[in-house]
């Protein structure tokens, strides 16, 4: 199973170190805890919106950037366990039975 | 302030629409309460990403698509609030003021 999470945080943890932001520093301008911005990179926690928007004005990051990575990032998940990605022409698959195998 | 999980609501709202499926089908399909759903597709709660991958599954529809289209959505909710998306050029915006302003 393809989780949102995980490719978050590792979106999320590229970026941070893509600006030099330390843990900390990221902790402090985004007013989030330590532990929970780093269980998030880890892709353990899930993130709310509402620390998902202050994570990102905290970069200076546009969502929309982030969320654009993540899609990517699933796209090579989702083509590396054979899910056809919008081409269903010629998958002849059953219905509803490749993503569940993908899992 | 935008939030990712009222763009998410409408972007999974409109696939199962697209699909003429209804709430009932969806949950009986996807194996999560009605309920739930409902109050997804209203971004009234976060999606976990266990759920987030059995709507998708549920619909047939790669992840991918779905964060796609709701980096498409936040991408205009950004333009419109000002937010420069991706080109600083010319922009002259204090650092980290910007986002602050528009949410």
Known sequence: ???????LGDVLRGARM???MTL????AEAR???GY????ERGQ???SSELLASLCQAMDLPLSDVLRD????????EAAVGL???????????AGDVVASAA
Chains 1, 2 share one sequence.
């Open 45 to 47: 926690k899930e993130a």
């Open 84 to 94: 056809v990605v919008s081409t269903p022409i010629g998958a002849a698959r059953p």
């Open 37 to 40: 911005i780093s269980e998030i």
């Open 18 to 20: 893509q600006r030099g």
């Open 1 to 7: 199973m393809i989780l949102f999470r995980r490719l």
């Open 24 to 27: 900390r520093e990221l902790s």
């Open 32 to 34: 989030v805890s330590l």
């Open 70 to 77: 993540v899609a990517d990032a699933v796209s090579i998940e």
